[in-house]
């Protein structure tokens, strides 16, 4: 199964910037919507934004302006910028792949996450 791996979490001062990024271990990464989740601590994990395969973005209301989710099909990697962050974006942060209905061989995959943390 395809393996995900997070980086570029950290500690950022409100207002800051941090960029993260999501590499993917095979390609079926290219045919599959890529999402970023994030819980915070005594949280439920929630959607952040999603790309599909067509590059079409969609973001929750919060992050809208701030972040943008990208992809690089050719190194397998996702991406999500981020932008204006405030203490309520500290969280950890996931990636996941969901694969095409069609490609019965392959389920969907989690990273393992990495951190943001937004403090003065």
């Known amino acids: 199964q395809v393996q995900l791996v997070e980086s570029g979490g950290g500690l950022v001062q409100p207002g800051g910037s941090l960029k993260l990024s999501c590499a993917a271990s095979?390609?079926?990464?290219?045919?599959?919507?890529m999402a970023w989740y994030r819980q915070a601590p005594g949280k439920q994990r929630d959607f952040v934004a999603e790309?599909?395969?067509?590059?079409?973005?969609t973001y929750t209301d919060s992050v809208k302006g701030r972040f943008t989710i990208s992809r690089d099909n050719a190194k397998n990697i996702l991406y999500l910028q981020m932008s204006s962050l405030k203490p309520e974006d500290t969280a950890v942060y996931f990636c996941?792949?969901?694969?095409?209905?069609?490609?019965?061989?392959?389920?969907?995959?989690w990273g393992q996450g990495t951190q943001v943390t937004v403090s003065s």
């Open positions: 996941k792949l969901d694969p095409p209905k069609y490609a019965i061989n392959w389920s969907s995959a």
């Open positions: 095979e390609p079926i990464f290219s045919l599959s919507t």
């Open positions: 790309i599909r395969s067509d590059d079409t973005p």
